[in-house]
């Protein structure tokens, strides 16, 4: 059974980190993009970062931008997400995704993505 498990999630202080893991069955994540998206209470889903299957090229909404980094262990069939100078406005729940074509370029639109996690939520208060 094709299954993406997010974890990592919980409570964070302003300016703390958390590392966000998706973990994949089924499946290796070789071969595939993988993308992070959230969605906070009341917003509609976005994109936060993305990686393709070629050459690990990295891409990143402005957002978080120098402060998020994504990254991929193929030996644990494993992807992350390093969350670093936490912000509330990251309160977020936040799912990771797979795109079985997405082998480089700029990160895929959100629909193209074929295989989603359950999300894992994050809260950053003081």
């Known amino acids: 059974q094709v299954q993406l498990v997010e974890s990592g999630g919980g409570l964070v202080q302003p300016g703390g980190s958390l590392r966000l893991s998706c973990a994949a069955s089924?499946?290796?994540?070789?071969?595939?993009?993988i993308g992070w998206f959230r969605q906070a209470p009341g917003k509609e889903r976005e994109g936060v970062s993305c990686?393709?299957?070629?050459?690990?090229?990295?891409y990143y909404a402005d957002s978080v931008k120098g402060r998020f980094t994504i990254s991929k262990d193929n030996a644990k069939n494993t992807a992350y997400l390093q969350m670093n100078s936490l912000k509330p406005e990251d309160t977020a729940v936040y799912y990771c995704a797979v795109d079985l074509e997405y082998g480089s370029g700029l990160c895929p639109p959100e629909n193209e993505y074929d295989y989603w996690g359950q999300g894992t939520r994050v809260t950053v208060s003081s």
């Open positions: 089924g499946f290796t994540l070789d071969y595939y993009g």
């Open positions: 990686i393709s299957s070629g050459d690990n090229s990295t």
